[in-house]
Every structure is written in C-alpha cells, then in structure tokens.
C-alpha cells in the first residue's frame, strides 16, 4: 500500500478547506463572513492544486547547483500546475477584493450587511 | 491582413494607456475606447470576409514561440471569426450606447469596458484551458465591475449575487482544470479532444466539471437566479453586453469544449438546454417585468443554442449555418430590446404603450420581436426551419417537438408584450429623450436582421429561387409611408395589379386549382383594396401589413418546395395579424389570432419535417411521398390549416378579429385570408392521394367536423347583436361547409366544395363591405341601433339582399348550386347524418340572415340617422362588381362548374356529372338547370311584385310616427325595440349550443399554464445563498444522472 505522503495531506487539507468554505458561504448570512467562505473554498482549491501537481521525490523546478541542465526533465515537479496557482491566487484575490467592495457599497447604501436583506429583486 | 492577435494586444495596451488621461475629461479616452472597439471589429471582420468568403485559411497564433502544449496559442478560424466580429460589433455598439454613462462614471469604467471585450476575445479564440480559464474571469470580473453603472440597492444586490455564483462556477472550472492536467498532462484544447478522457473514471469527473462550469456559465434553469437578478438590477446596456456578448461567447466555449466528452454527454448537454428553454420560456409567461423578461428570454434562446450544439451530431453539415442563424438572431434582436429598454426606460411590460409615440421604434421592436420567435424574413426563421428538417430527418421527433413547444411558449409572452405596445389603452404617454447615440445601435441591429435574413437564405433547405420582389416593393410602400393614404393606396393597387399579371397568365396555362385561388387572392385584393380610397389621412403601418399578407397569400400559390410554402404561410400570418390588431379594441383579438397562427404553424412545421424526413424531398411533393408516419404528418398538417379556417376548436380567434377589424380590413381577412387554410387543406388532400385516401378515418373525422362547426357557429350568429359578429360566425359556419364538402372526396363532393369557396368568397365580401361602410357612416356596430336604412341606403339594401340570398342557397342565385351538389355528393357518399346536421344548420342559417336585412334596412329608421347618407362609392364599387359576379354564376352555372370539373377532374376522374348541351347538370339523383331556374324565380318575382302592387294600390301611406304610444317610456329603450335579443326563444331552447365552452377550454387552459409559470418561478427566492445552493445541487444532480448514479 502506498503511503500516506505529503500530496495526500495537502489534498485532504485543500478538500476540507473546500467544504468548510462552501459550508461559509451557504450558512452565513453575514456578507463578510460569506466572503470568508470563499476566500477558504477558493484557499482550498488552491491547496488542491498544489497537492495535485506535487511528486514525491522530485525538487522545485529551478534551475541552479542542485539540478542539472540535462537531468532537468526527471529531477523537478512539472511547473506548470504551480505557475497555475500562482494565477489563480491573484484571480482569487482580486474577486475577493471585488467583493468586499461591493459589501461596502452594500452596507453603505442599506446599514446592513444581511445577504437576507436584499431579495428585492426575484421571481 | 492584420493579425488576430492585435485584436487583444490593442484591446490591453489601450486599457493600461487609459489610465494615463485621468486627468483629461472623459471625451477623449471615450473616444479612444471608441477607436480601439472599432479596430477590433475591423481586425475580426476582416478575418470574417477572407475566411468566408475570399478561402482564406485558418491562423493559429503562438505565443512566446513555442508550439502547443507549451505555450499559449489561439486559433482565428472561421467560426471564430463569426463570432469575435459578433462580440466585438456588440462591444462597438454597446460601447457607442453607454458612451454618457461611462464618460459619467470616469475613465476606470472604460478600462473595464475594454477589458471585458478583451477578455471574450480570448476566451473565444483561445485554445489552452486555463488560458481560457483566465480570461473568463476577467470578463466575469469586468461584468460585476459594470454593473456599478447603475448605484441603486437593486443593482448592487444583483451583482454581489452574480459575483458569488460565479466565483463558485470558476472553483469548479478549476478543480476541474487541474484533474485534467494530470490526467492528460496538457491544456492543449486539441490534444484533449484526442485523448478521450472519459474512458478512464477520474477523466470523466475532470471532463464532467468542465462542461458543468461552461453550462453553468449559460445560466440554465432553474440554477439561474443569479443570472436573471443581473438582467433586471443592471444597466440595460449591459443586459445587451451580457445577452448580446458573453452569452454569444461561451455558447461557442461550449462548442468549442464539447468534443472532448463522448456521444453520451452531448445528449445530457442537449437535455440541459431542453429543459432551460421550456423551464425558462413557461417562466416567462407570468413575468411583467420588461428587464426580466427579456433574461428569461436571453436564456431560454441560450437553452436552444445548448440543444443545437449538443445534438450537433446529427445536424451534419448544417450545424454552422443553423447555430449561426439563430445565434445572430438572437444577438441582434437581444441586444436591440435591451437598448430599448434603456432608451424608454420603463419597467412595466404595460408601459411598453409608449413606443406608440415613435412609430419607427415600434417598428424595431416588432422587427425583433418576430425575429426571435422565428418569422420570415429574419435568419432564425431559416434556421429554425432548418433545424426541424435535420432533426426530424435524424428522427429525433421529440427534439423537434421540444423546439416547437419552447419556441410557442416563448411567442406567448413576446407578443403579449408587442400588443401592449401596439394597442394598450393609456391614459398619458409620457414622451422620452431619444439621443442619437442610443437610437444607432438599435437601428443598425434592425437593419442588420433584415440584410443578414436575406442572406441566410439558403440555410434552409428548399429555399431554391425563394423571390424578394414582392417584399422588396412592402419595404419602397413602407418608406413611403409619410405618403397620404390616398397615394399609396393607388401604389398599393398598382402593386397587386402587376403582381396578378406576373403570376395569373402561368397559374392559367398550368394549375386551374392555384388559378382559381389567385382569382381570390389577387382579384379579391384589389377589390378590398378599393375601399381605401374612402379613408383620409396617412393610415400609417396599412399599406405594408396589407400587402405583406397579399404577398404571402401570392406566393403560397407559386411555392414549389415546402419552405416557399412556409415562407410565404408566415408572410401571410404576420401581414394579416398587423391588419387585425389594428382595430380599435383588436388588442386581445390580434393576440389571440396570432397565438392560434404560430401554434398551427408549428405544427405544419413538424407534418413537414415528417415529410422531408421519410421522402428525403424539399419540393411539395414530398407531402404525397410520405412513407412512415404518414397518419401523423397529415394529421398535424390538417390541423395547422384548421387553424386558419377557424374549424371549431380553433376558431375562438375569428369572431372578435374579424368584428373588430378596421371597415375594408374584415372583407379581406374574412372572405380572402381564411381560404389560405382551404387551398393548404386542398394541397394535403390531394398528396395524399385523393381519390384513394377518401376512405381514410381522417376524412370521416373532418367531415363530421365541418359539419359541427357549420351548426354551431350558425347558431351562435343568430345570437349576435352586433353585424360583424354575425357575420364572423356565419364565415366559420361556411368554412364548416366547405371543410365538409372537400371532405367527402368524391368528385361532386369537390365540385360542392369549389362552389363554396368562391361563393363565400363573394357574398362574404358584399356583406363585409357593405356592412363595413354603414358602420363607417353610423358608428356603431349593434343591430338594434340601426333600423329603416332602406330609405337612406337603397343600393346597400340591394347588395346585402343579394347578398343574403347567395348564402342562404336559395333559388336562383349561386348558393342554391352549392346546395344542390352539396346534397347529391353528401347522399352518393352515404354521409346521411352528417349531411342531416349540415341541412339543419342551412336552415338556421336563414334566422340571422332575416336579422341582417330586417334590423339593419327595415323597421322604423332611428331619428339620428334621419340625413345620413349613403354608404361610401368606394365600398359600394367593390361589392357591386361581385354581384355581377355572383349574378353571372347563378344565370350559367356552367360558366364556373365546367372549369371546377375540369380542376377537380385530374384527382376524382369519374365524375358523376354531366352536361346537356343547353346548361343541364345531370347528377345520379336528379338535374338542374340554373338558367331556367333564374328565368323561372324572375317571371314569379315579377309576378308577384305586380299582384302585390295591384292589391295595395288603394293603402293609405302614413308617415313614420302616426302611430300610438303606449303610456310609459321604458328605462332601457333598446330593450323594448323587436331587434334586441330578436330570437329570445330559440335562445331558450338552443342557445346551451352556444355557450362558450371550447373558449371557457382555452381560457382554463390559458390560466393553468400561467398558475404553474408562476408556482414555478417561486424558485428563485432572491437570496442570494439559496442561489448558491441551486448551483451545487444542479451539479450534484446532473452528475448522478450522467454516472447513472439516479
């Protein structure tokens, strides 16, 4: 049986954050925290990314005195997974960034921050 | 050529760029942003015309000059190219639209502006997933940042509630990205599609996520919520953005990503799309607000698209010009309504009224209207067409029908809304601003629908040499429509003439039955048109409706494939439903008719699609090759032209069109439009055989049905107070004869039927005529206030007398010769029942035929018409020349009969009737010899006229009042007056005939659909949480049904 290394904690964190996340968004009916939420789904998935990309064994894909050129293509974790993420995070925060803009218009507008509150429009 | 890829490169550089003229005002970078949008448009429309039409080839783009999988690379092929010149015009004009808006909110709304377009741009061209990944948040992130445009509470709900959706759609998009590079270990669009990911467990998941994220993107009902809120809450320049661009967009991400599922997913996305668009169209039903509204319809059409892309299948080659066709449409009509929406800004469907105040909008919103529900001469109606054929060639029946229902759903409520704004009473129509910049976008988007229809054309299969002359010279009378009346009614009449006399000489020498209806069609149009000569004024909108409707009614004749045929049905439906509502109180009416029209089109749509499925033909004959199913396409055929003849259940539509029509509108659509369904009924009984189909169950249900409908609608116009009314009951009634005459299918059951139809054709043209002109001099419609006309009106008593007696079948006049075949082919046939009912309802026919003339001309003349004159020339003229025709059919019958021998003879050879050579018709059961008949009743009539003179020559004449009144005055005169509630007795022991009932069956109907419309769309709470939530679980469901989990 394989054993249990440090991708398969990463993924299990990234679910769990995930879950937690969406558990933020779904119950809370303060904005804020609902925006919390996401920010730990979106964490999670981010964690996900990095568990899924990871290999056992291999090192960070820079080039210097503990990686040869030659040997590159065997010694390093594929980049592109990482290179991934670090776009995500930025996506991430700047929806996150978004959305706490809106809390504020929100809050200023109505004194209020409960998602409740503002069903006006439906049906 | 300039590259594909200057189209981001400009669209980014000039974003960052903006943020240096801060400090400049706002017109500037507006125009700068203007300039950029343009040069987009301009790059992807030029890769447009090389691709298509110049055979340039594909270009791929690669960055970092690397080739894929390790670098990013995008592709400019030619659908790409259709849509970056789609998303980019609607950015162009979108832009030019909310041009006062950005410039209000400063140069960052600009950047974002620009940046969503870029972001489309990419994610339409882009071939790497997480490329496109990127740049479908930066659109999603641009569109949040947009809706700042508009502060209110609303607004900011929406987007707060939009940005929450799809950020848990982009988590999903993610998860789903990341398990797919491991699994296939490349982003490479291409090298997924080869890699059949579904085969192995954990591929399919990555792939399922995908294509859910991409689904949920179109925001599919019902996990939608979000997606409507934005529509209502935001600016409706951007509803047009978002409808118009980014919908556009991923509709082809999902195209684009399809492939790398298997046969099993497109079906489940095909699903997903056939519940959005019933779900989303049946919503739309209940909804009054217009911005909503127009989401629900955004995402229904989207619904559609997913059904197109997903069974792309078994579309073949014509998936590209069907998807394309209906995408354009929708883009164009969308984003027009959206910037109508913001130029009237009225929320209320009702308010909608307010267009009346500018026509030409009125114009564009009916254009756009028509154009999404699917008419002539717009690219949906091609492709649409097209659609039906290829799925029902494929024998995906259900998908036809699933097509067809959505899309009547979808006409419920659209042209609800279009006859708000045409006719809805309104107290005060406030005037509003129409700013150049606004009004472009929304003209261009008209036009453009008009141009690209015409070149869609060949979409559909069996367009063949479909001609636009006619509709050319409607669009010269409809810009000539500043034109007093008087003008174009002589363009309008010169307009038919020359038409008759390019179709009528051909018709003549090869096809006696299409020249006998051209006789009507053409002959009868401009002898309708002749009264408008009595109008004054501009009579804005009439000249093009009514030609329109000839038009079609024209070209139904020259059809030779089954599309021309279609084409021309649909020309005809919208022509004739403008004329309607163009009554006074025709709002409900007008609706009603056109409901009635495009459900009965549709289903003519789908007995066609069975026909060309199993004949493999486009020409008109497939009608007759029809070799599986052959029961269902006739069935659904015949039902679609019972529309149009009124055949009772479907005639709820005819009384109040007909009776609140304009004077010279009811002649035309009563004794001209409702022989299209005669003549399309005739087409089908004929291709199925005549002679050897006669004996099928079909034939034996529409017999017994014409003659249903003859008594009860015969019934109901004794009834009627009003003289239209009687008389719309009495053209159902004769349509009911007619039905029942045909089918018999025997020679003399034709011959009977053929008489008919070009005698109702005449007596109903007089009687509407006349009857028209006196409501035109007396203002009213009621029976009871006219009375002692004769006096007045001496020529229009002798038309409607003559008039009467035609349809009444008495001798000597033409009815008598319908009568008599009618009998003598009802006996041959052994239909003794039927024929008992049909004799019995000839027979009621007399009572409200004596109301007519007694209530209108005889009895005591009303003091207030004591100088009123006679009716207009111009109605008298008309109705005069068809006397003379009736006359000429009644003094040699043989004139008409021998010509409707020889049509009829082709299908039923073995006639049972012969000619003497001094006029006799011999029959199996007796002779007639019309001739005698007339010199016989003139010698009694003449007769009798003298003997009566004789008798009365010692009268005394009195003057009207030398009468004694009876000592009190009643409260309500009408009542007491002997044409009021005139057959109260038969009321009492028939009238249970005549309740309402199949109209009480349409109204529960009616009212069940919008209860369960409005139970349905409780769903979408306005919590911005539970939309969350229908999001997750829509996921959740649809993978346990893909995985077979449930």
Redesign the interface.
Known sequence: MEQIGLSHIAITTGILL?LTG?WG???QKN?IK?IIG?SL??TG?HI??VG??YVEGKTAPILDEAVQLKEAARQIVDP??QA?VL??IV?GI??TA??LA??L??YQ??KTLD??K?????? | MVEPIYIVASGLGIAFLLGLFRKTGESLPGLIMLLTLAFMTFVSGQWLISLMFEGGTPQYTYTAGFKPPFSINLLMGQSEAVITTMVNGVGLLGGLYLLDRLKAQGVNSMIVFLLLFVGLNVVVMTRDL?NLF?FL?VSS?AI??LV?LE?S??S??????Y??AT??I??IL??G???I??YAGS?YIDDLVRANLTAVKGGMVAVFLILIAVALELKPFPAN?WG??LY??AHPGLGALVSGGFATAMVFVLYKLLPMAGGGWQYMMATLGAVTFIGSNLLGI??GHAK?LLGYSSVGQIGLLMIVVGLSQHLGEALTAIACGLLVSHFLAKSGLFWLAGIIQKDGLRDWAVLRKKPFLLVLFGTFIFALVGFPPFPSFFAKWELIMQLSAAEGFAWAGIVLFGSLLEGIYLFRWLGYSIKLDHQELPSFRLPWQKILPVGISGVALYILGYFATPIASGAGSLSYLPLAFIVLVFLLDFLPARVKNVLSLAGMAFYGYMIMPGLYENDGLRFLFSIIFVIGGILTLLPGFAYTGKRRGFYPAALLMFAGLGQLLTAETLLQFFFAWELMTVGSYILIIRGKRSMRHGYTYMLFSVGGAFLMLAGFGIAYATSGMTSLEALGQVTQWAGWASALIAIGFMTKTATLGLHIWLPGAHAEAESDVSPMVSAILLKAGVFGLLLLFISMGAESAGSKPLFYVLGWLGAITALIANLTAVFQEDAKRLLAYSSIGQLGYILFAFAIMTHVGWLAGFTYTINHFMYKAILFLVVGGIVMRLKTHNMYEMGGLIKRMPYSFIAVLIGIIALSGLPPLSGFAGKWLFYNAGIEKGWYLQGGVVFFSGIIAFLYLYRLIHSVFLGQLKDRHRTVKEISPWFLVPAYVLILGIMAFSANPEWFLKPFGQITAPYFPDSQLTWQSDGTAVGQLGYWNGTQVMAIVMALFVAITLWLIMLNRNAKKVKQFNIVYAAESPETPETTHISYNLYAGYNKALGVLTRPGITGLWNWISEAVTELADQV??I??????TY??HV?TYVVIVYLITTGGL
């Open positions: 995930i969406l968004i779904l119950t904005i609902m996401f789904f979106d998935i996900v990314m899924v990309g592109l997974p991934m776009t995500a996506i700047g929806i978004l959305m809106y809390a218009r929100l507008k109505n998602i409740q503002f069903n006006d429009l439906k049906w | 997480f990127v948040e992130v949040v940042g700042l502060r509470t609303q900011l709900s929406a987007g707060f509630k940005l929450l950020a848990l982009s988590g993610l998860i990205i990341i398990l590079y491991q982003l919520g409507l809120d209502q809450g209940k909804q909503r769309r409780r979408y709470s306005g919590n911005g949480q969350v939530l997750l």
